[in-house]
């Protein structure tokens, strides 16, 4: 007998899907957020490493000192769409700000500063899978499988709507001053070069606290996955204990694991299709599938 799918639930926004515990106003009004010269933002697809550069750029700016037990990251740098303009404005600058937002509709300032940060869609979907079951009072999903969430995820109708959309529209500005476009995998790869990309891109004064090894060694401690997987618990506090932890596997490759051939074969033609005349196939040459 076939099992009926499952679909997470979502609230829905100027027509984005997005978290049902997310206030919709909030949502609303970061969307007129008015950016600002000195802000920073971090941007991506859901699950493609923003936690990780959250924190990066908050040791970044604390001179090397981790993220003190009782702050939490997501006050620290917080998310955009879930805690409105007036929250945003209200911060000291400058500010960073996490957001998943293509970038139409990330609010934008010339002189603001944009880190984008891509991972590939095989491992994205796992990745996100097992976010939308581990949060339910956002999505109502704890019995979803892989699959149910697959079909979603091809579809484009998850939270911040399709993946290939959100990517080609910021790869479309890679090249701009005000935006670094990284990869996760570049990142996994060599993490201690990305450090310094970033501190590059945010201005000499970041780069330059670099030279100090002890702030250095200690960022690039603690945003190792060891230590953030360990230290998840003190700033992640909404996933029920019996859920997959936030800071999960961190593995390039995982979604060797979930994926029939059949899967394989049809994220690979969206891949092809979506992302035809770009040279996106190239950010993760050995990775995709044919
Ligand atoms: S969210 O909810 O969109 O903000 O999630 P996001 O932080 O973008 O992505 C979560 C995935 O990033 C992995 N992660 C890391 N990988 C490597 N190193 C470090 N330090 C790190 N921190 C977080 C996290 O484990 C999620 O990936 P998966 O594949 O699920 O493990």
């Not at 400058?94 to 944009?114: G, M, V």
């Amino acid at each position: 007998m076939n099992q009926q799918r499952q679909k997470p639930h979502y609230s829905m926004c100027r027509g984005f899907r997005i978290p049902m515990g997310f206030p919709v106003t909030c949502f609303e009004s970061g969307l007129s957020y008015n950016a600002q010269p000195e802000d920073n933002f971090i941007v991506t697809y859901p699950k493609c490493g923003t936690t990780w550069v959250q924190h990066i750029v908050w040791m970044l700016h604390h001179d090397g000192e981790p993220l003190p037990v009782g702050k939490d990251i997501n006050l620290e740098v917080p998310h955009l769409e879930e805690v409105g303009a007036d929250f945003v404005a209200a911060m000291a600058s400058p500010r960073f700000i996490k957001t998943h937002l293509p970038y139409s509709f990330t609010p934008y300032c010339a002189d603001a500063k944009y880190i984008y940060i891509a991972r590939n869609p095989f491992d994205c979907v796992v990745s996100f899978y097992y976010h939308t079951k581990g949060f339910v009072k956002h999505y109502n999903f704890a019995e979803g499988t892989f699959n149910d969430f697959f079909e979603c995820f091809i579809e484009g109708e998850v939270d911040w709507g399709d993946y290939f959309e959100h990517l080609l529209s910021w790869y479309d500005h890679r090249q701009d001053d005000n935006v670094l476009f990284i990869t996760y995998e570049a990142m996994k790869a060599d993490t201690s070069n990305y450090i310094r990309e970033i501190a590059n891109f945010l201005g000499s004064s970041y780069l330059d606290k670099l030279n100090n090894a002890e702030i250095f060694n200690s960022i690039l401690k603690h945003t190792s996955f060891t230590s953030m997987s360990q230290d998840q618990s003190r700033w992640s506090s909404q996933r029920p204990k019996e859920m997959t932890p936030f800071i999960r596997k961190g593995e390039i490759g995982d979604w060797k694991n979930h994926f029939s051939e059949d899967k394989i074969a049809r994220l690979s033609d969206k891949f092809r299709n979506k992302t035809a005349g770009t040279d996106i196939a190239m950010l993760w040459a050995d990775l995709i599938p044919n």
